[in-house]
């Protein structure tokens, strides 16, 4: 087994190339900014596009354009820079452009602390669009996940037309570990489904968000023979501003139920089952690590706790987390911010009781203080 | 085609309304230049002007306010044979200012037709960037405590290559967009026009009026010699391909044998300079070689060249999963500074711990077993006591060896580097205490 070492960033970027990625925009920003210089070192050789924007509104405007003329695009940022992004995510979200956005967190609010991590943005990816849309977000706990969740966001993305958000931190994106990437199994690669009308000739068919109940519109990029409107205003099938209370109503709500239907397709996830165990600790990111450490701890100790990672946060993976938490007592929640996530598992479990614990004050929880909270819970 | 006007969608501008005329000077340029549909794309943002796109039988791209130039950008860059028309109002000028400045600067091959109309026709006929302190507008006195500006002069000296004014009314309007569209570079074309739905409505502005303005304010025909130079596209795809491959991903296998693998955790303290992430990494690779995982935290200061510089590594036989440090094996103090950032860690240690300090350095109590060296007496360089003090604790197989350090030196340096640092390191390397 041959071992590289490499950042949490850098893992990020070699998933994205992996991907089929070809296009990046970002504003340089810590602890963000090593994913730009790394697609700098990995795109241009390649005949890809790696731009450094004026901002990161601009950044975002760069890969809108970018993915819409039928190019898989990747931009990276954290937190000041992911509230810049809103207005465009919230375009990207409304209008169906795939694209991988990448937030690092670092500690908030505002500008915080750019060299201190957390996972304080987990609410704000999910809520950032106008209008409440669901959101895909992915949440990484170390440089392979970073690996293989980009190759998995990038096809999320262009699946579901949506652009499908990675929750690193600083604790992940600048930690440098030794990784084995071969031992990784990506996904199949997806493409991005083109309509076949209107491909390879001018077909007036073709409707740019015509889409069966519930399903993602197929696609065809800027450039193409067919004549293609994107637009951010409120549209129907054919991408002009629409009025009608019908067929806003419906692509609202197709809009919601593309994203989640496909809730068990999206669940990704690690656990760790112990015999015997009443207790199942749920965490993810960074967090999970330690969350690991402790329960190992507790084992050898006599007392087997179980545990449940979650990889994908949105769609709240609600049939897993019934699931697994099912047998159990006891369940114990916990998070590198103030509660941000509890609130999705203590409403899918209400006959059970809680115990969460979140910490956000700049440094990683550690097993011990998690041993503590699953041992007085 | 003798027309791009989508019939099904004729212009519902306010009657007199420039806008109007602009619409029909974009589609004859569009007919003269004899562009095919397909190639063509209208990329436009909210506003009256923002109407454009809806237009138009050609490609199209509706955004956010101002920000029309970065989704131009984003379009052309992954399709260079694209010709890509933004038009933006004199409200996405000023919000969008930053997107104006760097399409300037940058000279990709994009078309911007500004509407100017003096104010916001569409929200109410608030004052915007380009109202002059006269006027009287939507926006009560406040126009009148600033001054407008003049986007031709800031796009000169931002780096535009072509920029025209021009009356929305000018009949050779269609002419110079024509020029515009032609130009391998960013073209900017400023029309001056009426707004009858608000601005007219309480402000003297006729035809002939925007006709005088003209003449009094610079004059802008095209071509910008001073401001030539090679379109933004072609330059990035010539530097591009200039770009080395990326070398192939170092893989380590392991190679060394210990007998006795120990989960270590390492912290290096230092200050910045002193190259201790380069030491940190070389601990890793050092440790990877003979089997371990290690991972690397690093703290500096964000100035990089002032204040502390902290490496906390951990190598161990599994799978590492909490990546802080909770009882360091060995400690490398160099800096009072890098003491400082972990001070509290001291009084933890225990007498396992095997820590190295500069003569220098000073330290708080300590249960570690301690060594000290007086680097200077060595002549050794502040900026390689890092990686000097791992040949010392190599030498003394303190979790890592001489083999296996020689051997991350080796992999990560070119060759005369490696020289020059295995000297170093050896200068401690067999000292006893
Ligand atoms: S409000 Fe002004 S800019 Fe808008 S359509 Fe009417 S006249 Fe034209």
Not at chain 1, 67 to 93: C, D, H, N, W
């Amino acid at each position: 087994m041959a071992l590289s070492f490499m950042e949490g960033n850098e893992a990020v970027a070699r998933g994205a190339i992996a991907a089929g990625c070809s296009f990046f925009a970002g504003y340089p920003i810590t602890p963000a900014s090593t994913i730009f210089s790394n697609m700098l070192t990995m795109l241009p050789p390649n005949g890809g596009i790696c731009i450094q924007g004026e901002d990161e509104i601009a950044s975002m405007g760069y890969c809108i354009g970018a993915s819409m003329a039928g190019r898989k695009v990747l931009t990276a940022t954290s937190g000041p820079g992911i509230s810049l992004y809103s207005e465009q995510i919230s375009f990207a979200i409304g209008s169906e452009i795939p694209m991988v956005i990448v937030d690092v967190q670092r500690l908030g609010p505002s500008t915080g602390s750019a060299t201190r991590g957390a996972d304080g943005d987990i609410q704000f990816l999910r809520w950032s669009n106008t209008g409440g849309l669901p959101v895909v977000v992915l949440a990484p706990k170390d440089a392979l996940d970073c690996y293989a969740l980009t190759a998995h966001a990038f096809n999320f993305a262009e699946e579901l037309r949506c652009p499908v958000f990675i929750a690193s931190n600083k604790e992940i994106g600048m930690t440098r570990e030794s990784v084995d990437l071969d031992s990784v199994e990506l996904p199949p690669i997806v493409e991005r489904k083109y309509s076949e009308i209107g491909k390879d000739e001018i077909n007036h068919k073709y409707l740019p968000f015509e889409a069966d109940k519930d399903s993602v519109p197929d696609f065809l990029p800027i450039g193409c023979k067919t004549l293609v409107r994107q637009t951010s205003s409120t549209h129907g099938a054919d991408g002009y501003i629409t009025i009608d209370p019908n067929v806003i109503g419906e692509s609202q709500e197709r809009l919601i139920n593309k994203i989640l239907n496909a809730e068990e397709r999206l669940t990704l996830y690690e656990e760790n089952h112990r015999q015997g165990a009443d207790t199942l600790v749920i965490s993810y990111g960074v967090t999970s690590r330690a969350v690991e450490d402790a329960c190992k701890t507790l084992s050898k100790n006599g007392k087997a706790v179980s545990t449940l990672t979650l990889k994908t946060l949105f769609p709240v993976p609600q049939k897993l987390i019934r699931e697994k938490s099912e047998q159990y007592q006891h369940i114990v929640v916990i998070e590198m911010n103030m509660g941000q996530y509890v609130e999705n598992i203590t409403r899918l479990l209400p006959e059970k009781k809680i115990v969460f614990y979140g910490q956000m004050n700049g440094v990683l929880i550690t097993p011990a203080k998690i041993m503590e909270v699953i041992q007085n819970g | 085609m003798d027309s791009f006007l989508n019939t099904k969608r004729p212009p519902v501008f306010c009657p007199g309304c420039s806008h109007e005329r602009i619409t029909k000077a974009v589609d004859t340029a569009l007919v003269k230049l004899n562009l095919e549909a397909d190639k063509t794309v209208l990329v436009s943002d909210i506003g009256c002007s923002g109407l454009f796109d809806t237009f138009f039988n050609t490609h199209a791209l509706h955004g956010l306010h101002g920000r029309a130039l970065t989704y131009a950008a984003g379009i052309k860059l992954a399709n260079p044979e694209l010709n890509v028309i933004v038009t933006m109002g004199d409200g996405g000028l000023g919000i969008g200012g930053a997107h104006v400045l760097a399409a300037c600067r940058k000279n990709l091959d994009l078309t911007l037709i500004i509407l100017n109309n003096f104010n916001f026709g569409m929200t109410g006929g608030q004052y915007s960037v380009t109202t002059p302190s006269d006027a009287v507008v939507g926006s009560e006195f406040l126009n009148q405590a600033e001054i407008p500006i003049d986007i031709c002069e800031i796009a000169k000296s931002g780096g535009a290559t072509w920029i025209s004014r021009c009356s929305g009314h000018d009949s050779s309007l269609p002419d110079i967009l024509c020029e515009a569209i032609k130009h391998k570079g960013f073209s900017i074309v400023e029309t001056l026009g009426l707004c009858t739905g608000r601005y007219t409505k309480r402000n003297q502005l006729t035809p002939k009026v925007i006709d005088e303005m003209i003449e009094r304010l610079p004059t802008y025909g095209g071509i910008v010699e001073k401001n030539q130079r090679p379109e933004y596209g072609e330059q990035y795809r010539n530097l591009a391909n200039q770009q080395k491959s990326l070398p192939e991903l170092l893989k380590v296998d392991k190679i060394f044998d210990l007998k006795d693998m120990k989960r270590q955790e390492i912290v290096i303290l230092g200050s910045a300079g002193m190259r201790i992430v380069t030491a940190g990494d070389m601990v890793c690779y050092a440790a990877i070689s003979a089997g371990f995982n290690a991972s690397m935290k690093n703290d500096y200061n964000i100035t990089v060249l002032r204040g502390q510089s902290v490496s906390e590594l951990i190598l161990s036989p599994e799978k590492i999963g909490y990546a802080g440090i909770e009882s360091p094996t060995v400690v490398i103090a160099l800096s009072d500074e890098g003491v400082q950032r972990r001070i509290k860690l001291f009084s933890k240690l225990e007498p396992s711990t095997f820590l190295l300090k500069e003569k220098s350095v000073s330290i708080p109590e300590t249960s570690a077993t301690v060594v000290e060296i007086d680097f200077k007496e060595y002549q050794i360089k502040k900026q390689d006591w890092a990686l000097a003090s791992l040949g010392f604790i190599a030498g003394k197989n303190q979790g890592i060896t001489m083999e296996m350090l020689d051997f991350a030196l080796k992999s990560r340096f070119k060759p005369a580097v490696y020289e020059s640092a295995i000297e170093i390191v050896k200068k401690l390397a067999t000292i006893t205490m």
